[in-house]
């Protein structure tokens, strides 16, 4: 897995590179809480990950716990079919507001934050 972050005014933007799973589910976690020390508000683009289990899933949410916790929140972009399947078996789709490409992503936050 490859993490990059870049910031695009206020918001974060984490695009997650091949496979989220229990091999690195805490290098997410641990990433992520330095990235929010730079913004509050993160889109994860899932563009280009080819692969998410349930322990990856679980880093994801743990991201968002993070985040509310410190009035913040996340959004989805790009998440493709197979991560789509486990978001939507765990009906974790229900705790983030996904969206189908990372532009739509960044103006609804633009709008809302």
């Not at 993160?42 to 998410?52: A, G, Y």
């Amino acid at each position: 897995m490859e993490i990059k972050f870049h910031k695009q005014e206020n918001i974060g933007i984490v695009k997650i590179i091949g496979r989220l799973d229990a091999s690195n589910a805490k290098q997410l976690k641990t990433s992520f809480l330095e990235f929010l020390n730079e913004t509050r508000y993160i889109i994860f683009d899932f563009s280009e990950l080819n692969f998410l289990d349930s322990t990856g899933l679980g880093a994801i949410v743990a991201c968002l716990k993070s985040a509310t916790e410190i009035n913040g929140d996340i959004y989805i972009a790009n998440l493709q079919t197979k991560a789509r399947i486990v978001f939507e078996i765990t009906r974790a789709h229900k705790l983030f507001d996904i969206y189908d490409d990372l532009d739509t992503a960044i103006e609804i936050l633009k709008s809302s934050s």
